[in-house]
Each structure stands twice: as C-alpha cells, then as structure tokens.
C-alpha cells in the first residue's frame, strides 16, 4: 500500500503538470463529477504509468516473495479503493474508511470538481506533507 500511494501520488501530482495535463490527464478529468464505473478511464499512457505500475511495484519490488494469488487480491482491493473513491457517496460503512489517513470519496471529489490538490489514492500522507490538500480544508472550513 504504501509504495503503490507514494508512487501514484507523485505520478498523479506529475499528470497535473500542465504539460501532461493537456496532453494525457485531461482525459481522466472529462468527468468533472466522479463515478465509479469511470475511475479507470484514462488515456493509455497514464493508465500504464499512473495505474499500473503503481499498483504493480510492490510485487515488483518483492519479486518472488510475493504470491499470485496475494497480487491478484492486493489489486482487487486497489480496483475497489478507486471505484470507492470515485463513486461519488460517502459511505459511512466503507471499510476504506477504516485506514488510518485514508482519503474519502469526498476528498477525491474536491480533486476533480476543483481540478487541485488531492493527489494521493490510500492515504492523504502525502497530500498533508506536501500540502497539497490544503485547498480542500479551506474549502471545508468554508462549508461549514
């Protein structure tokens, strides 16, 4: 888990970049409002980049220590942490709540209805260290 959010953050802080944002994550982003179904939609390059590897590098990393049948679970847990967080309601029940730091599908929402900050896809660690959600708890703060 924590390979697989510290690389996807900073390759989804990467894709923000306004080179590659025009270019290949634009079209994650044509959904301003998240659902599920469209948590993976994305231009082929950040699909491998920004999807895979991510969510490939702690087997990598591991190598043979690691069973296939560990692998094929971790990314059944992967693929439904990112339809969670896209499906655009706050589960109260959701056992991705249950992870220290995790992030919210509120929060991931703010990141694409606001197309700022929010980076991180587990966790909000990164996102707090690098104060890249600090647009969102404004946000927060105002709301309430």
Request: proline letters at 3%.
């Amino acid at each position: 888990m924590l390979c697989e959010d510290m690389s996807f953050y900073w390759l989804h802080r990467l894709f923000h970049s306004p080179y590659f944002y025009k270019r290949i994550h634009k079209v994650h982003h044509e959904y301003s409002t998240t659902i599920g179904i469209a948590s993976y939609y994305a231009h082929p390059l950040e699909f491998i980049f920004s999807n895979v590897l991510p969510s490939s590098l702690g087997a990598l990393v591991l190598g043979s220590k690691v069973h296939v049948f560990t692998y094929w679970m971790w990314l059944a847990l992967r693929v439904s942490e990112t339809v969670d967080g896209h499906c655009g309601y706050e589960f109260s029940w959701s056992p991705f709540r249950l992870i220290p730091f995790s992030g919210s599908s509120e929060y991931h929402y703010y990141h694409h209805s606001h197309n700022v900050g929010n980076f991180g896809s587990f966790f909000t660690l990164w996102d707090s260290l690098c104060k890249t959600n600090r647009w969102y708890y404004r946000y927060m703060d105002k709301k309430r």
